[in-house]
């Protein structure tokens, strides 16, 4: 064995190793800015390439229009979600706050909530009429409980909103990176993208196959998941407005991160107001909200997430909260996408792994991928 060249490797290797940790260390603090410019670009580039298609590339004026298009893209995206983002953010806190400060006079009103003399004696009532027996309610621990926890959440969020307001201007940096990031990705996107490619150490055929499942999981997950979460909001939002169920706002906010519930998804928040309604006001106002959820919110839901995704995603929905949950504990909000991305991406490695025999067998995930390597012999040859 020739020991020289066998040093000469393991110095090169640990040269990689020290430059790949350091290129990670550098890359880190703008990893959250560089998420969401891929997200952004990956969701947005089809519109912007029908844009592009339109320009004539023979026009003298051509690379002009299409460095203007980049930036009205990059700047355009950014205000069209971070505005409506902001407001909402803003009308959030001050309900959350008006919210726990009435429920915190509502249980200060009523120190006799949870007993049978109190105001949910008609409820009491009305499941004796029925047959049903409940346990017995009358713990005095249950309504200091409750005033403790709306306290604390309400402090928590006042906490929340003077540190977000502190951090303005990381903020507004952040959103210059994102910008100047998305205007090159629409420039140079498919440049940027081979780069990477030749970058890493992996078979050509299983990286066209791996950049094929990783776009489309992005866009899917955006359609499947996030748009129909934000039709839900933006529905139950409406009809509790037009039901006047106070905190609409909050309570369709939190319709949202249900839909992703398995099974019961946004029926968890308009289920129990529904109910409250028969109690609160009439029975029929109850009941008829009730329905109106049940059709515009929930069942449309089993038609839309289909239509969306059309079996793109083959991976059970169970998985797809248990990840999304996994990710935002790891991740934060980022997980949101990175959750559902890295399982979907593991059990796409997997595949690839379990059908391959050897270094030159076909993967099996994609007729593209199979083609690509036929190509890559007829060169060869």
């Not at 089809?46 to 299409?66: A, D, I, T």
């Not at 971070?82 to 915190?104: N, Y």
């Amino acid at each position: 064995m020739n020991i020289k060249k066998t040093v000469q490797n393991i110095f090169i290797f640990a040269l990689l190793i020290l430059f790949l940790v350091a290129c990670i260390a550098m890359v880190h603090p703008f990893f959250t800015i560089l998420l969401w410019t891929i997200f952004l670009y990956i969701i947005f580039r089809p519109v912007h390439e029908l844009c592009v298609k339109r320009l004539n590339p023979e026009k003298r004026m051509y690379k002009f229009k299409k460095n203007l298009l980049a930036g009205v893209f990059s700047i355009g995206i950014l205000i069209l979600i971070i505005t409506p983002v902001i407001f909402i953010g803003f009308l959030l806190v001050q309900e959350f706050i008006s919210f726990t400060q009435q429920a915190l006079q509502f249980l200060k009103d009523n120190p006799n909530l949870f007993t049978a003399d109190g105001p949910l004696s008609s409820f009491y009532l009305f499941i004796d009429k029925i047959g049903l027996n409940i346990p017995n309610l009358e713990i005095p621990d249950i309504h200091s409980y409750l005033m403790q926890l709306l306290q604390a959440y309400s402090s928590k969020v006042l906490s929340i909103g003077t540190s977000i307001v502190s951090k303005t201007g990381n903020f507004v940096i952040s959103l210059l990176f994102v910008v100047f990031a998305l205007y090159f990705c629409f420039l140079d996107g498919q440049y940027l993208g081979s780069v990477v490619k030749q970058a890493l150490p992996v078979k050509p055929s299983y990286m066209k196959v791996l950049t094929e499942k990783f776009t489309t999981i992005t866009k899917n997950l955006f359609s499947g998941y996030i748009l129909v979460a934000l039709y839900q909001g933006v529905v139950s939002f409406i009809i509790m407005l037009i039901f006047g169920v106070k905190g609409s706002l909050l309570f369709s906010v939190l319709l949202m991160f249900c839909s992703f519930i398995p099974i019961v998804g946004a029926s968890i928040v308009w289920l129990p107001i529904g109910i409250s309604l028969c109690f609160t006001t009439t029975p029929l106002k109850g009941i008829l909200f009730i329905v109106i959820c049940g059709f515009c919110v929930s069942l449309l839901d089993n038609f839309l997430r289909p239509f969306l995704l059309k079996d793109r995603i083959n991976v059970h929905p169970l998985i797809i909260f248990f990840a999304i949950l996994g990710g935002l504990k790891v991740f934060g909000m980022n997980g949101l996408i990175l959750g559902p991305l890295t399982v979907i991406l593991f059990f796409t490695v997997l595949n690839m792994l379990l059908n391959t025999k050897d270094d030159n067998s076909q993967i099996p995930l994609s007729d593209n991928s199979a083609s690509a390597d036929n190509n890559e012999s007829e060169e060869e040859d």
